[in-house]
């Protein structure tokens, strides 16, 4: 019951976190508008620590374009460098990226030379898509004898928008390199080129079983491995759901035989993400199915001793129905790799017989792959 108490308050925590993910974004997408405004007027430093708030709030990697942007404008290579490398880490899969990746060569090659350096051809010229929120280059300077950088043409008969979207509008598809915001922030989604696009995962984990009951007598930890799949939902957001799948292999050396045990489990699971940065998570999951079980003799300890005139007799593998509660601490290593450790109860209810309910306590340590 203790056991179960815990459990319970855990998934409490977690459903009473839901209000919070929703005041983190709203509150990102205010500092989003607010850098977009300085950084309008050329207010360069105040747009910068906006977004920094912002991004502190929510990690979406259009936070880190952004502030990338501002640096440039300011004439200050180096930490535009950085943040657009940051930027690029964590959107791996970021549109843009060829026109990021030319604007990274375009400022070492200015830090290396000392000097100034152009922009690449192709890059600054960017139109921005409808709808989204791009500003117009500001001012980086006084005014010089050379032309100014060509900027995106403005209709006049169809002047920008005043309004931002709605927080349940999504990203634009593509970012403007003249020098603006790459896109807002909306409510419950990173940007569409971060890690809210790896939804998927495999996973693979090794441990060990503790036998705490079911056997007559006492039985040593077992080698214990699982493999598994899933899909998060709303993969981007503060607390997420997972539904997928696993495969568990574990066994039983006893003196008469070694007895195996394979399961099959329908998954799902609540994590949350701890920190700002997206990288320490902690996940609860319930998993239900099956389990079989391999190579069962008559006088296992698995089994009540049979009546003195008779002998059990054992036809082929047993099946169980099979319950997992887990607990796991994450840590991101990058945006698609993670390393997950932890603990899972297993239980089996008796079955007429064996000696008594299956139950384990497994610890396992993997590595999960997302995509």
């Known amino acids: 019951m203790a056991c179960l108490s815990v459990w319970g308050a855990v998934i409490v925590l977690l459903a009473g976190t839901g209000a919070v993910r929703a005041e983190d974004a709203e509150r990102a997408r205010q500092f989003f508008q607010q850098g977009s405004k300085l950084y309008d007027v050329g207010q360069f430093d105040k747009a910068i620590e906006a977004w920094q708030h912002g991004y502190e709030e929510k990690p979406d990697p259009s936070f880190l374009f952004n502030i990338a942007q501002a640096f440039r404008q300011k004439e200050d290579p180096a930490k535009a460098l950085f943040f657009y490398k940051s930027y690029l880490r964590n959107a791996p899969k970021a549109q843009n990226r060829t026109d990021v990746e030319q604007r990274i060569a375009a400022l070492q090659k200015q830090l290396d030379s000392g000097g100034k350096a152009t922009a690449p051809a192709g890059v600054g010229t960017t139109t921005p898509p409808p709808g989204a929120v ?33 927080v349940t509008s999504p990203p634009p598809a593509t970012d403007a390199m003249v020098g603006a915001p790459a896109a807002s922030v909306t409510a419950g989604s ?24 079911g056997v007559q007598g006492t039985a040593d930890p077992s080698f214990a491995f699982t493999i598994g799949a899933g899909y998060r939902f709303d993969s981007a957001s503060r607390l997420q759901f997972r539904l997928g799948g696993i495969f568990g ?20 699971a609540l994590e949350l993400r701890l920190d700002t940065a997206g990288r320490w998570l902690i996940a609860a999951d319930l998993g239900l199915g099956g389990m079989s079980v391999i190579g069962l003799k008559p006088k296992s300890s698995l089994l009540d001793p049979p009546p003195s005139t008779l002998m059990w007799t054992v036809d082929g593998a047993q099946g169980l129905p099979l319950t997992r509660l887990g607990l796991a601490a994450q840590f991101r290593l990058r945006p698609d790799l993670t390393l997950f450790a932890g603990p899972s109860i297993n239980t089996s209810p008796k079955k007429e017989h064996f000696h008594a309910a299956i139950g384990r306590l497994e610890t396992t340590v993997g590595l999960a792959y997302r995509f």
């Open 134 to 166: 791009s500003p117009l280059t500001p001012p980086a300077g006084p005014p010089s004898s050379a032309p100014p950088a060509a900027a995106p043409p403005v209709a006049v008969s169809s002047p920008p928008p005043t309004t931002l979207p709605s």
């Open 190 to 213: 990173e940007s569409a080129n971060g890690p809210a696009d790896l939804a998927w995962d495999v996973s693979a984990a090794i441990g060990s079983d503790f036998w705490s009951s």
């Open 249 to 268: 292999y574990t066994f039983l050396n006893e003196s008469v035989s070694k007895v195996t045990f394979l399961s099959f489990l329908a998954d799902a």
